[in-house]
């Protein structure tokens, strides 16, 4: 009688722990689904189907009106978000290993200033930056170019923070000793020892940087005034802001949201164990 | 200007006092270069795309541009000593975007922040079938840029578009409306990362912990509150300053929906004040001590939520 009731408790508290999960599953996806439902809908469908229906399959219509728009500049906004979110993240993710491992494991004059700078670097909110940062660019001349955007955002101190944690858990110093008897310099030993060692933590600087500039705003918002160097978050507010007055900017405005979106998804999906077991890394200090 | 970036580039590379690292031989000079080597760059980086600009607004806030005499000059920079803080502070406008963003911390954080600690202790401490797909789903919003999550939002909450405007007990794009509607969007966006930082955490609470807790007789949530939360309380209390520091930075949100509802002013939060101020009126004075106020109150911020942290665990 006691062990029905205990199991029928234990039954009712655990269909209490999946509703929980279920709601925050469906506050999570739903507005994904309409994002793809929507891009699938005619401008006319749009307004006349349930929001989570299909309508008439449009897809097709509306990624080649989104690629035809102003002679295919949503594609050169993808190529700018891949090289400002590629190439930015891909030397970034370097830029910082190497410093957190020096941080970490190497000794140096101001070692410990440095990254009591950096963690304070963590904290300084972007907004404070961006009118500086476009003055001194408009004085180097270089406002409304690709350095503009692709410098400042290489800078991430964050990511030199999580690197120091990954050097300090994950490369043990006689593994450094040795490589120094061998005779390998310094940097040589950061490439070949330390920085494999550090390849979880490396990927997940990699990811987490590359999400932040993929998805960065206000910099570019700022710097950029020629939409050939768009990045594809600038071009799609430029064209939301222009929905009231043209309705016919929703649809590209909804496809073009759906094709940026993918690929980030896609990444985090495929590089799901990658970024768990580097996360969880960074977690232990 | 000159002067602010010298200061800032010594204060940076400032020579320690340290002595050099006992190395024997001709390599020593080597050694000693090659960590420097390595943390170039980033203090490169550091030196000119933060500390430089951090001076140069500083040094900014502290003029004001006016028309010398008749005008016939142009006009120059004039050192105004408080008078740019002062304009900002008893701005009308500025008081409101306080607010705005005041309230609108205090709904998002707590909020925010409880649900992925509630999910992440659901994740970590209840039998649940496919814990890895709940995770990653809840996850997604993360991978979401803010301008395309504002963009879904506005268009949920459009009448005649979206389902929300008939569901919601609020008028999501009116006046009073659009301050839950920004909540549930930045929730929406944050939450599920949050969760799986909680949730990594958790995974680090030694096994034998709370094998101990079972055995004197603590239940699941006994366990979860008075063993698990106190354990991860250091990853909580980072997870607040960074939640706490993008809260009062909220900018693309309010500013995509402007698109969408006369509600939102130009401006609502301290960064569309700011950003108003620099690149729609070109008060550079009066930005720069705007966005320096800002800073501020993140550091001071900041600084509280880590001072509670340390002392409520000592």
Same mark, same amino acid.
């Given at each position: #009688? ?8 234990? @039954? ?22 309409? !994002? ?40 050169? @906004? ?9 190439? +930015?993240?891909?030397?970034? *993710? ?7 491992? *020096? ?14 700078? =950096? ?61 120094? #008897? ?6 040589? =030993? ?7 060692? #550090?390849?979880? +933590?490396?990927? =997940? ?8 500039? @993929? ?13 050939? !160097? ?19 900017? =929703? ?23 990658? @970024? ?10 | ?31 000693? $270069? ?9 203090? $490169? ?17 502290? /003029? ?92 949920? /909450? ?157």
């Amino acid at each position: #009688m006691n062990g029905a009731h205990r199991n029928g408790s234990r @039954w009712t508290s655990r269909s209490a722990v999946h509703v929980v999960l279920v709601l925050a599953t469906l506050y999570s996806v739903l507005p994904l689904v309409w !994002l793809v439902t929507s891009s699938t809908k005619s401008l006319g469908d749009f307004s006349t189907t349930g929001a989570f229906e299909l309508g008439e399959w449009n897809l097709g219509t509306n990624v080649g009106d989104l690629l035809a728009e102003e002679d295919g500049v949503f594609l050169h @906004w993808a190529v700018n978000s891949l090289l400002y979110a590629g190439v +930015g993240a891909l030397l970034g *993710a370097l830029i910082c290993s190497a410093c957190g491992y *020096a941080i970490a494991k190497l000794d140096f004059p101001g070692r410990r200033a440095l990254f009591a700078v =950096t963690l304070t670097g963590v904290l300084v909110p972007t907004t404070a930056l961006a009118l500086p940062l476009y003055l001194l660019a408009s004085e180097l001349r270089i406002v409304d170019t690709f350095w503009a955007v692709f410098i400042p955002l290489l800078t991430n101190p964050f990511g030199v923070y999580l690197a120091r944690a990954y050097a300090e858990a994950a490369i043990p110093g006689e593994l450094l000793e040795a490589s120094r #008897m061998d005779g390998a310099g310094e940097l040589r =030993t950061f490439f070949t020892v330390a920085l494999p060692l #550090m390849r979880p +933590g490396v990927v =997940t600087i990699l990811l987490f940087q590359f999400v932040g500039i @993929w998805n960065n705003f206000f910099l570019p918002l700022v710097m950029l005034t020629d939409p050939k !160097l768009f990045p594809i978050t600038l071009g799609l507010y430029q064209w939301s802001s222009r929905v009231t007055q043209f309705p016919s900017y =929703t649809p590209l405005v909804i496809t073009g949201s759906l094709l940026a979106v993918v690929p980030l998804i896609v990444a985090f999906v495929v590089l799901q164990r990658q @970024w768990r077991s580097g996360l969880a890394a960074g977690s232990v200090k | 200007m000159t002067v602010v970036t010298d200061r800032g580039d010594s204060s940076a590379r400032r020579p320690a006092p340290s002595p050099a690292p006992r190395r024997m031989g001709g390599r020593a000079g080597r050694a000693r $270069l090659a960590p420097l080597l390595l943390v170039a760059p980033f203090a $490169l980086l550091l030196l000119a795309t933060v500390l430089v600009p951090i001076g140069y607004a500083l040094y900014l806030s502290l /003029f004001t541009e006016r028309l010398s005499g008749l005008g016939f000059s142009g006009p120059e920079d004039v050192f105004v000593w408080l008078s740019n803080y002062g304009a900002v502070l008893s701005d009308p406008a500025f008081a409101e975007s306080v607010w705005n963003v005041a309230r609108y911390a205090l709904v998002h954080v707590p909020l925010m922040l409880g649900a992925a600690l509630v999910l992440a202790l659901l994740l970590d401490g209840a039998v649940v079938w496919l814990r890895q797909v709940w995770s990653l789903a809840v996850f997604l919003p993360y991978a979401v840029p803010g301008v395309i999550a504002g963009l879904v939002w506005a268009y949920l /909450f459009s009448p005649g578009i979206g389902p929300l405007n008939d569901v919601l007990p609020w008028d999501p794009l009116g006046s009073e409306g659009v301050l839950p509607s920004i909540v549930t969007m930045a929730t929406w966006q944050w939450m599920g990362y949050n969760m799986i930082i909680f949730y990594t955490a958790l995974r680090t609470v030694p096994r034998d912990v709370l094998e101990a807790a079972r055995i004197d007789g603590a239940g699941p949530v006994r366990t979860a509150l008075s063993v698990k939360v106190p354990i991860i309380r250091p990853t909580i209390f980072v997870a607040l300053v960074f939640t706490v520091i993008g809260s009062l930075q909220l900018f693309t949100e309010p500013l995509v929906l402007r698109s969408f509802t006369g509600s939102v002013t130009s401006t609502w939060t301290p960064s569309l004040y700011v950003y108003e101020a620099a690149f729609i009126t070109n008060d550079y004075g009066r930005a720069a001590a705007a966005s320096l106020l800002l800073a501020l109150a993140c550091a001071v911020l900041s600084a509280l939520v880590m001072r509670l942290s340390t002392r409520r665990s000592g």
